[in-house]
């Protein structure tokens, strides 16, 4: 499930191979994964623009159209975007295609059709109107703001990390890695977090986050590419924690699966 990580890497993919050039031609496969705008609207407005800028914001990425407005895209359970030199040979379950006029093709997947593709006027006012709270690596959501939004809850740590109104960005994987790598309970209820665990916790969860991006890992792909020591490619049922070798313990949170050492987490 793409959560931070992954829409940053889709991110970089439009960046390096989408922006500036002219479209030519919008296919959509199936228009029930668009937003409220007709698909005969939505590909009329964006024939024969170009995509200028690249925006990520928690699990949500957003391109800068040229000639005014915003393309939303949104990757629910299984979604993903591709750069296809030929598109020609287009993957199973491609919902909306857009061909360039020079070379490629920009493919957004999404096999269970959870998620959105549509065309907003403002990205601030998109951000507001789905309720997002602050991206976890925004620069200006320091400390201070971080306890800020989590102060005095009562909920469970894990459940809070996941809510995008309070955090955006964090999914039920990372939020596992974050928790292991602080060494801390996920069913631990937040108000109960003494304060330098609060404040392990925040730097924690910029420096795991920074890390994956910065080495191209995701949710489920890549995982390989994170560091030593890290609970996700463990992360299944008889997995062992990679700090003290104890079988991971696997229970629900909030509906979620979480999945965490009970010697070094206490859980
Ligand atoms: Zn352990």
Redesign the pocket.
Known sequence: MPELPDVEGFKRVLAKSALGKTIDQVVVNDARILGKLPARAFISRLNGSKLIEARRHGKHLMAHVDRGGWLTLHFGMTGALQFLRKPDNEPPFTRVRIDFSDDGSLVYINKRMIGRVDLVEDAADFVAGENLGPDALDRRFDFDAFRAAVFGSKRDVKALLMDQKVIAGIGNIYSDEILFRARINPAERTDKLAPSQLKHLFSVMRKVLRTAVARGAGSEHFIDRLPEGSLLPERRKGGR?P??R?VLKVFKIGGRTAYC?P??QKC
Do not use: D, L, T
């Open positions: 924690c700090h003290c104890s050492c010697r070094c």
